[in-house]
C-alpha cells in the first residue's frame, strides 16, 4: 500500500517592464514557494495557478527573460489578470453578423480571417 504525498507547490515570480520580456525574479518549491505566495498575496500580486506553464518557466535562471517559446502563454496569464484587475479593458464580444450577410473575406479572397484566444 502506498500512501500518496501532497505536490510540492512550485512558485514562480515573473516581472514585466518594457522594453523587454517578463523576467524571473523568483521561484521556489514546498517553504520557499510558499513563501513566495504569501509575499505576492501580502502585497496584492495577482496569482495564476498554472502548473505547466510554472514547470515550464522554473528552467529559467533568476534574472533571466523568459525564452521566446513562452511568450504566448505567459502574453496569456499577463493579460487575463490585467482584465481582471481593470488595467485592461475587457475583450469586445463578437456581434453577430445580420441575417443574409456575408462574412468579410479574409487574405488574397480566401477564408473569412478570425482571431482565436490571445490573437488579434
Known sequence: MTTERPAIPLAIALQYEAPGAPRVVAKGRGAIGEKIVALAKEHGV???????????????????????????????????????????????????????????AGPAGGPPATAGPGRR
Do not use: C, M, T
Open 46 to 104: 495577482p496569482i495564476e495557478e498554472n502548473a505547466g506553464l510554472a514547470a515550464a518557466l522554473s528552467d529559467v535562471e533568476l534574472g533571466d527573460e523568459i525564452p521566446e517559446e513562452l511568450y504566448r502563454a505567459v502574453a496569456e496569464v499577463l493579460s487575463f489578470i490585467l482584465r481582471l484587475s481593470g488595467k485592461l479593458p475587457a475583450r469586445p464580444q463578437p456581434q453577430p453578423a445580420p441575417p443574409g450577410s456575408a462574412a468579410p
